[in-house]
């Protein structure tokens, strides 16, 4: 069945191979980033499959950027019924050295742009009796040095998820998150960069430590994401898969 889907942070990396993938599966893709200009290669990939999707602009955290985006999208391409929370970014410092302001952005982006899209969007979906939420945590919610705002943010992620499950799954709503490793993109390129590594060099000494031998790609998350989202899994709720080339705890 074709439904609507709006997925975060879309115009690259992991957001951009889910919203491939969602669209491939069927459904109409809103692509939705900060800037919807940077949408444009995913929309063009999209199409050139024969395949519906938009390009929406809005900051995750505005409440009224993200109003009238759903508004705009429920327009534009029906009642969003799956929603990936995806959109985010890192703020990296040890914590004597972590400023106030790279923790509220993280914890902002992150929870408050999850919190405020399914909030916008959760309607549809009790409206519609069916709805797909998933949201990206990280193997950094077990603890990372160097992250205590991500850490606490992805950890928060998983707690919103499992509290979505309960309140939501009558109404036939699922909440799962996906909770990455060490994934290749323009996140993890920063930071090796920060550390003054070239890219293939961390690229390398991360796949040392991961079971399967080598570094995730964006595909590798999409194909979880798209588990969760399919008809077949909505007997699955409030759970945390990790997607990280080997087991996590
Ligand atoms: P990415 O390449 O940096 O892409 C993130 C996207 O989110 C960017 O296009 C960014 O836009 C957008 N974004 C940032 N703030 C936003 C906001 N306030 N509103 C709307 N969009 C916003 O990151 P990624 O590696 O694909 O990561 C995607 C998700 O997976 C994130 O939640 C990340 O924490 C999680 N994750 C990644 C890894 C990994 O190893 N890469 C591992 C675990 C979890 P701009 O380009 O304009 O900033």
């Given at each position: 069945m074709t439904r609507t889907a709006i997925v975060t942070?879309?115009?690259?990396g992991i957001g951009a191979a889910t919203a491939r993938r969602l669209a491939a599966a069927g459904h109409a893709v809103?692509?939705?980033?900060?800037?919807?200009?940077?949408?444009a290669d995913t929309v063009a990939a999209i199409e050139a499959d024969g395949r519906v999707a938009r390009a929406v602009g809005a900051d995750v955290s505005d409440a009224a950027a993200v109003a009238s985006a759903v508004a705009e999208i429920t327009a534009d391409?029906?009642?969003?019924?799956i929603l990936v929370n995806n959109a985010g970014i890192i703020r990296d410092n040890l914590l004597f050295k972590m400023s106030e302001d790279d923790w509220d952005a993280v914890l902002r982006v992150h929870l408050r742009g999850a919190f405020l899209m399914t909030q916008a969007v959760q309607a549809h979906m009790v409206d519609a009796g069916w709805g797909r939420i998933v949201n990206l945590s990280s193997t950094s919610a077990l603890g990372n040095r160097g992250q205590a705002n991500y850490a606490a943010a992805k950890a928060g992620m998983q707690g919103f998820t499992k509290t979505l499950a309960i309140e939501l799954g009558r109404y036939g709503v699922t909440a799962n998150a996906v909770a990455p490793g060490f994934i290749q993109t323009d996140m993890t390129r920063a930071t090796a960069e920060r550390l003054g590594v070239p890219f293939e060099d961390f690229v390398a000494a991360m796949a040392k430590e991961i079971p399967v031998g080598r570094g995730g790609t964006p595909d590798d998350v999409a194909a979880a994401v798209a588990f969760f989202v399919?008809?077949?899994?909505?007997?699955?709720?409030?759970q945390v898969l990790y997607v990280a080339g080997g087991p996590k705890a």
């Open positions: 942070g879309a115009a690259r809103a692509v939705l980033d900060l800037d919807a200009a940077a949408c391409l029906g009642a969003p019924t399919g008809d077949d899994a909505g007997f699955i709720s409030g």
